[in-house]
Every structure is written in structure tokens, then in C-alpha cells.
Nanobody, 118 residues
Framework: VQLQASGGGLVQAGGSLRLSCVFS????????MGWYRQVPGKQREMVAR???????SVHASVKGRFTVSRDNAKNTVYLQMNSLKSEDTGVYYC?????????????WGQGTLVTVSS
């Protein structure tokens, strides 16, 4: 099983970025796909996640600014980040939970750096 994330980079405050993450290596679709972020000295925190049937959870700090979505046919999850703030800076990790088959478990992508300059 692999998660391949892309889309990070440097952006000015108020700008936008879109992250993408492709899940591969299993016949089954992940029950949950989402994004976490981590900054130095802090624990990794959930930013947004979406279930296979479309239920969405979003961290309070990004509500109204970030949108998570998934394309089940492509096993891809997206994170559209608008109105970015300096405090959104961090390494963003794609996460997937697989509940079926012999590869059940939680999987992480390699992390993509998002830097928001003020």
C-alpha cells in the first residue's frame, strides 16, 4: 500500500494551495482518507478527513477555509486550502485507514511541506 502526496509549496498569506494524495496497492478502498499536519514541537493534528460515504470532519481552525474531498474512482483525496495563514505552515501528511482485506491498517504518506509567508 502506498500514499503519494503532492501539492505543497510556498505561498503568501491569503493565498491558496491544493494538496492531492493517491492511495494505491489494495483492491479495497480506504474507509477514511484525510490530512494531518505537524509543526516542530507540536503533535501531529488532524486537519480534515472524509469517509467513504462522504462524512467530513474538519479541524475548527480551518473551517470555512479548507475543503476536503475525495474521488473514490481514483482513490484520491484532496485538500483545497484557501485564505492561508502563517499558522497553517507545517508538514501535511496524507492518511488512510483500510478496514478490509489482509492489509488492514493506517497508512501515511511521505509528507508535503506547506509554508505560508506573512
Amino acid at each position: 500500500v502506498q500514499l503519494q502526496a503532492s501539492g505543497g509549496g510556498l505561498v503568501q498569506a491569503g493565498g491558496s494551495l491544493r494538496l492531492s494524495c493517491v492511495f494505491s496497492g489494495s483492491f479495497f478502498r480506504p474507509s477514511i482518507m484525510g490530512w494531518y499536519r505537524q509543526v516542530p514541537g507540536k503533535q501531529r493534528e488532524m486537519v480534515a478527513r472524509v469517509s467513504l460515504d462522504g462524512n467530513i470532519s474538519v479541524h475548527a481552525s480551518v473551517k470555512g477555509r479548507f475543503t476536503v474531498s475525495r474521488d473514490n474512482a481514483k482513490n484520491t483525496v484532496y485538500l483545497q486550502m484557501n485564505s492561508l495563514k502563517s499558522e497553517d505552515t507545517g508538514v501535511y501528511y496524507c492518511n488512510s485507514q483500510l478496514d478490509r482485506g489482509n492489509q488492514k491498517g493506517t497508512y501515511w504518506g511521505q509528507g508535503t511541506l506547506v509554508t505560508v509567508s506573512s
